[in-house]
């Protein structure tokens, strides 16, 4: 993992601080350790690993705490770490004073990743417009480069205290 994840609500950072910062600022800040990285993280077994303007790169391995009752990696671990990536792409669009929230996303696996298979989750902004973002992302596999699962995303941009 490249960054710490917060281990208590303390430990994340206050929104103003956040705020203070772009988005891709505040990407970059966690990578680097000088934020904390978001609990999830650490829950789900994924990390950002890079972020430039418009893309995020995650990799992440899905372990046995992660399991459907058929002993597959469940659906819901595929739609996190490709949430996050696309959503964050869509963070490091975002100018200071601004923050934004998934609409809807939509995840198509393509096939069973197995156990502790490293992966790499790319997320690519498509568009960012004044109130909105669209993002892609794929997940595959490190060793392999097979593609394991697909998503897309709508984002909204919103800037708190300005309504």
Not at 8 to 23: H, M, Y
Not at 37 to 54: D, H, K, Q, V, Y
């Amino acid at each position: 993992m490249t960054n710490p994840s917060a281990t208590s609500r303390d430990d994340l950072p206050e929104s103003k601080v956040l705020l203070a910062r772009s988005g891709l600022e505040s990407m970059q800040a966690m990578i680097s350790g000088e934020l904390p990285g978001p609990p999830i993280c650490a829950t789900l077994g994924f990390w950002p690993l890079s972020a430039e303007r418009g893309l995020v790169i995650f990799e992440g391995r899905a372990g046995l705490d992660v399991t459907n009752p058929m002993r597959g990696v469940h659906g819901g671990w595929y739609g996190a770490i490709l949430d996050s990536c696309m959503g964050c792409a869509v963070m490091t669009e975002l100018a200071r004073g601004e923050v934004y929230s998934t609409l809807e996303f939509k995840v198509n696996i393509t096939r069973a990743l197995p156990l502790d298979r490293l992966v790499r989750a790319i997320g690519t902004v498509q568009h960012k417009g004044r109130s909105t973002a669209v993002a892609i992302g794929e997940l595959r596999g490190l060793e392999d480069d097979r593609l394991y699962a697909t998503g897309s995303t709508t984002c909204i941009t919103l800037r708190p205290g300005s309504d």
